[in-house]
């Protein structure tokens, strides 16, 4: 198969030298939703295929490949069918299934790929980028190619056209300016043919930016040239540029246009500054892409490093929700799902963790690239210290998507909208303030409260509470106190805990929501709402708890839970059923926008309340170190810290620069001080110390 190459024509999906008609697969079809698929499952042939699940909609749900058809639909219908919660799910949903045998492995791999990319089946694997992180778009379908900004990857890729990125919005801005200075493109909004010779040039062509195709005497081959030089660029094909660029500027000297030639010169020097910025990672002039994995408790992370002649020329990053599918099968998917459409296929991949399939999967891959391609798995070296690399900055990418939730409007639409469904609301909460209680036992015992107007975290209304009157234990009395504390300012029209809260939310289930809604009631603010943002066993957040005690489980819903969790859990609340994970992609996004937003919610306010009681406890150390010497109660200690700004300082001091910064102390005081950091075990010094301390001598 060619690169580039189209795989569906007229409806039909084609898989080596046959073409087939998705319409016309062998279907078993179920005539009662109670008789179940033994007898059929005995006609399907024991040979290497691809088969569709379909949903009571006939809407294809799962796509999926088989070495041995029958056995591997068989393990879907058995009486006790094994797997994670989302695999059972698409169970429940099954009420037709299609076939389609092929001649081998690979085969099949291109027409599960094909499938996957046609019908976008919502139980598989589906490649998702960073969608806040947009594109480099370039026509190269057109005659006259135009390079523009794209914030997804269109059809139009099986067209020819190219993207490259994602980038960070400012990082490509940089780069189109670069690519206008180095390459003479138009930056006009004329269309052509359409517009060719309608109107004059504009000034990028007389001052030299652009080499004019709307006066008709540049040929769309010429233009052509200049596009794919800009995609040899983008794709780090460095080389013949430059040797193109210099080959230009020695013709027009040659021929006495100094003024093109200077042009061709200033291009050559701003392309070589630009590159003078890359440094070589590796020695040879290798190319690659280096794929690597970071997680956290809602979304994996996949990067891809491209490395092309041996120095870094761009990132990629794909998001997945966190439901434990093994990273071999992830970046299966991401080989058949990213590559067929990729701009560039390199001879090598590394990687971490070798796909399933192996074997199969280049053989995929070279019959899309025409040439072999390894997948890798380094184990020491450079091409180990750049998948380490990679891997690194795939975690700070979850850190930065964690952190940006909220800035894009929709997330916050999606997220509040859920809330207000669940909660009853008659409107999406405006500001919303939550509490999380941190102690060590009695010790240090505070609430933190944050605040999120709209959806975005208001720093500035965030505020901390040390718990004064608890004795003993009990998060729900403490929680109760800094609450009534709030609560007692609620109507103060200049006070700085800022307006009334539209929604309370508790790190804690139903037995916080309880006693603070009990709390509220007494207080006359009964119709302010109040919820629980509940966690599982792993400390990560579950789901939400309203008022009268039903939860909704998020997690769950989402297939996020994994095995005996996931099972008490479905068992405790069975009207969630495995079935009503959500199957359409709007409802999942709102449940999966919900849940990172009351993650992001718990972090930040367990992060303050976390900060603030170790703040404390230091404090609280710091008061016992000094005030435990003979002769130094809180008057002295402030003296002494006032003076040398921390322990570490007094501890350094002489008794003669203790004398000089405190002269308010007595000599014994200093003293004191000094033997306090400087311990001896002379027998003499020691009962200096004891009379200094007060203490009888024994004889």
């Not at 969790?565 to 009207?575: G, I, T, V, W, Y």
Request: proline fraction near 4%; include cysteine.
């Amino acid at each position: 198969m060619k690169r580039g190459q189209s795989q569906e024509k007229d409806g039909a999906l084609r898989a080596g030298e046959h073409v087939f008609q998705v319409e016309d697969l062998p279907s078993l079809r179920l005539a009662d939703e109670t008789v179940d698929f033994d007898a059929r499952l005995d006609t399907v042939p024991d040979e290497a295929g691809v088969y569709l699940m379909l949903n009571a909609d006939e809407k294809v749900i799962y796509v999926g490949k088989a070495l041995r058809l029958r056995q591997r639909l068989r393990s879907y219908f058995a009486k006790t069918p094994r797997g994670s919660a989302k695999v059972l799910a698409m169970i429940s949903h099954i009420h037709d299934f299609k076939y389609l045998i092929c001649q081998n492995e690979v085969e099949a791999l291109i027409l599960e790929s094909n499938l996957i990319k046609r019908y976008q089946p919502f139980y598989n694997i589906l490649l998702k980028d960073d969608h806040d992180y947009p594109y480099m778009r370039i026509t190269m379908q057109e005659a006259y190619p135009r390079i523009m900004k794209a914030y997804r990857i269109g059809d139009d890729v099986d067209a020819g056209c190219r993207y490259y990125g994602p980038y960070l919005n400012s990082d490509l801005n940089k780069a189109l300016r670069s690519i206008h200075e180095i390459f003479p493109l138009k930056t006009c909004r004329r269309q052509f043919p359409r517009d060719i010779g309608k109107e004059r040039p504009c000034i990028e062509y007389y001052i030299g930016h652009c080499i004019g195709p709307c006066r008709g005497d540049v040929p769309a081959q010429a233009y052509r040239e200049v596009c794919q030089r800009v995609c040899d660029f983008l794709e780090g094909r460095y080389d013949g540029i430059i040797d193109s660029l210099k080959s230009d500027m020695k013709a027009a000297a040659a021929a006495l246009d100094f003024e093109s030639a200077a042009r061709y010169r200033d291009r050559l020097q701003s392309f070589e500054k630009l590159f003078e910025r890359q440094i070589a990672v590796l020695d040879r002039k290798l190319d690659a892409d280096i794929l690597a994995f970071a997680k956290n408790d809602l979304e994996l992370c996949l990067l891809k490093l491209e490395l092309r002649a041996g120095k870094i020329s761009g990132t990629a990053t794909y998001f997945f929700p966190n439901d434990e599918t093994p990273e071999a099968e992830l970046l299966r998917a991401f080989l058949l799902q990213y590559y067929p459409r990729a701009a560039e296929l390199p001879a090598e991949i590394e990687v971490e963790y070798l796909p399933t399939e192996l074997e199969a999967c280049e053989a995929f891959l070279k019959s899309i690239a025409g040439k072999s391609v390894r997948i890798h798995r380094p184990e020491r070296g450079d091409k180990k210290a750049l998948l380490d690399m990679a891997r690194r900055n795939a975690g700070e990418s979850l850190k930065r998507r964690a952190l940006a939730f909220g800035k894009q409007r929709n997330d916050r639409r999606l997220a509040l909208d859920r809330l207000s469904e669940f909660l009853q609301l008659d409107e999406r909460p405006q500001r919303i303030e939550a509490y999380d209680i941190a102690n060590l036992g009695q010790d240090a015992m505070v609430c933190a409260m944050v605040v999120y107007e709209d959806g975005k975290l208001a720093s500035q209304d965030c505020r901390l509470f040390r718990i004064k009157g608890q004795e003993g234990q009990d998060d729900y009395q403490a929680m109760a106190e800094a609450i009534s504390r709030r609560l007692q300012h609620l109507e103060d029209e200049d006070w700085r805990f800022g307006a009334r809260p539209d929604l309370l939310l508790l790190d804690g289930g139903r037995g916080h929501v309880s006693s603070i809604m009990a709390l509220l009631q007494n207080r006359g603010f009964g119709t302010i709402p109040c919820a629980g943002m509940v966690k599982d066993r792993r400390h990560r957040s579950r789901g939400l708890v309203r008022g009268d005690g039903e939860i909704l489980e998020l997690a769950a819903r989402l297939g996020l839970l994994r095995g005996a969790e996931a099972s008490k859990n479905l068992d405790q609340e069975p009207e969630l059923g495995l079935g009503l994970i959500p199957e359409k992609n709007e409802e999942r996004d709102r449940d999966f926008a919900l849940l990172r937003f009351i993650t992001a919610i718990q972090n930040e306010v367990h992060r303050q309340a976390n900060r603030y009681h170790q703040l404390l406890r230091k404090k609280k150390t710091l008061k016992f170190s000094l005030e435990a010497i003979p002769g130094i109660g809180p008057a002295r200690r402030k003296l002494l810290m006032n003076a040398f700004g921390s322990i570490k300082a007094i501890s350094e001091a002489s008794e003669s620069a203790i004398a000089v910064a405190c002269p308010k102390l007595s000599e014994k005081q200093i003293a004191a001080v000094y033997a306090h950091f400087h311990p001896t075990d002379d027998p003499e010094e020691s009962e200096l110390e004891a009379l200094l301390r007060g203490e009888e001598i024994e004889a």
